[in-house]
């Protein structure tokens, strides 16, 4: 994937989230983040990657409890083997006060692999509930 404005940065919007739905036990889930159906970006010319993304209910009546909420980023580094590592916890962006209509989150990591495919994983959320995801990432050289 290069839709990259020249060498030495690549902005990507991860596809869209129509609806995802929690896990039956904890209100857990697993959202790979892909571009265009493709779950591999070419990493290879990068030194670092900002990631940012939201989760929310699409129900405006649901809020998310920011004290037991969790999102961890994880990546795998070779298409050929289906070994995801945890790379970070990611605490949420919220205001002192703020209730968690979302869960908004960013992070700025080094690029490990030539090639990368992320995940976000969360948990804490409200079992059997329907979330949304909206991600994006800008790579610099």
Partial sequence: MSDARDERTLQILF???????ATDSAGSFVWPLIVKGDGWIDTEPFDEVRLVFSV???SGNKV???D?????LQAAFDPEEDHWT??????????PYGSGETFDGWIV?????????????????????RLQVRASAYFVA
Avoid: M, N, Q
């Fill in 15 to 21: 596809d869209t989230t129509p609806e995802i739905h």
């Fill in 56 to 58: 929310w209910h699409p």
């Fill in 64 to 66: 998310i409890d920011l």
């Fill in 68 to 72: 037991r909420a969790y999102v961890e």
């Fill in 86 to 95: 945890k790379l970070a916890e990611i605490e949420p962006v919220v205001a």
């Fill in 109 to 129: 990591l080094p690029v490990l692999g030539g090639k990368t495919s992320y995940a976000l994983v969360g948990s804490g959320f409200e079992p059997r509930t």
